[in-house]
């Protein structure tokens, strides 16, 4: 999310419309996808690895739903929605969302599918947000032919 303010800020600064689009959509597609994991906590609420295995954790966490990761929601969604216009930092914080995922794994906090779960929740959200934002903009520019 610093990563999205920060864009956010250089945007205003430089008064660039096409990155403030670009950053607000991320925004609310993060959003959207943190609220669905809320969602799907609900349901199929998973302990964390802690709790029934003998775990030496880093540091302290509280003992709620570990599936799906909302870590490694929030950074692929953002990785995703700027690789769309921005290949190279887009590939770095897809790589970096990647290091979050494992790191996760390996402080405990969370078993390999939470990390899975999280990224393909983050991969299918995204692919249809931008799918239904294609066919939204092709449908105007036939109407206003």
């Given at each position: 999310m610093a990563i999205l303010l920060l864009h956010f800020i250089l945007s205003l600064l430089h008064k660039n419309i096409h990155t403030k689009k670009v950053v607000l959509m991320t925004a609310?597609?993060?959003l959207i996808n943190v609220?669905?994991?809320?969602?799907?906590s609900k349901v199929f609420p998973v302990n964390r690895p802690f709790i029934h295995h003998s775990v030496h954790l880093l540091y302290y966490h509280r003992h709620s739903s570990s599936f799906p990761s909302d870590h490694s929601i929030v950074t692929l969604t953002i990785a995703l929605g700027i690789l769309k216009y921005n290949k190279i930092l887009g590939i770095i914080l897809i790589?970096?969302?990647a290091a979050v995922g494992f790191s996760r794994i390996y402080v405990g906090h969370h078993y390999p599918l939470d990390v899975i779960g999280g990224c393909i929740l983050s991969?299918?959200?995204t692919y249809i947000f931008n799918k239904t934002l294609e066919?939204?903009?092709?449908?105007?520019?036939?109407?206003?032919?």
């Amino acid at each position: 999310m610093a990563i999205l303010l920060l864009h956010f800020i250089l945007s205003l600064l430089h008064k660039n419309i096409h990155t403030k689009k670009v950053v607000l959509m991320t925004a609310f597609l993060t959003l959207i996808n943190v609220f669905f994991s809320f969602i799907i906590s609900k349901v199929f609420p998973v302990n964390r690895p802690f709790i029934h295995h003998s775990v030496h954790l880093l540091y302290y966490h509280r003992h709620s739903s570990s599936f799906p990761s909302d870590h490694s929601i929030v950074t692929l969604t953002i990785a995703l929605g700027i690789l769309k216009y921005n290949k190279i930092l887009g590939i770095i914080l897809i790589l970096l969302s990647a290091a979050v995922g494992f790191s996760r794994i390996y402080v405990g906090h969370h078993y390999p599918l939470d990390v899975i779960g999280g990224c393909i929740l983050s991969l299918l959200t995204t692919y249809i947000f931008n799918k239904t934002l294609e066919i939204t903009i092709y449908k105007n520019k036939r109407v206003s032919i």
